[in-house]
């Protein structure tokens, strides 16, 4: 499995991004893709994930309402759409592949955990 996340840059305060990310060698029907986001010098932060098979998602909900996931299971891809962005939100995003299921568990990561290479987004007037 590869995955490649892309969209990243500079935004301003208030501003919308869109980010991608394209799974490859992977059966969409066993995977879920999420997002994720780490500043330097600390833990990986959770943001979102999604099944390619069912559609089911997970959203921490402090999160949820800036955040949408959503995926596109004909171009195995699965975008997180971020809206009023803030300084705060800048920080490189990772995408990772787990399980179907991975949804139900709250997106939690562990050592069975796929990454991709991460982009940055920065947030900044």
């Known amino acids: 499995v590869q995955l490649q996340a892309f969209g990243g840059g500079l935004v301003q305060p208030g501003g919308s991004l869109k980010l991608s990310c394209r799974a490859s060698g992977v059966t969409p029907s066993s995977v879920s893709i999420g997002w994720f986001r780490q500043v330097p010098g600390k833990e990986r932060e959770g943001i979102s994930c999604?099944?390619?098979?069912?559609?089911?998602?997970f959203t921490q909900y402090s999160l949820s309402d800036r955040f949408t996931i959503s995926r596109d299971n004909a171009n195995n891809t699965v975008y997180l759409q971020v809206y009023r962005m803030k300084p705060e939100d800048s920080a490189i995003y990772y995408c990772?592949?787990?399980?179907?299921?991975?949804?139900?568990?709250?997106?939690?990561w562990g050592t069975g955990t796929l990454w991709g290479q991460g982009t940055q987004v920065t947030v900044s007037s």
């Open positions: 999604i099944s390619f098979s069912d559609g089911s998602t």
């Open positions: 990772g592949a787990d399980s179907p299921r991975w949804p139900r568990s709250g997106c939690r």
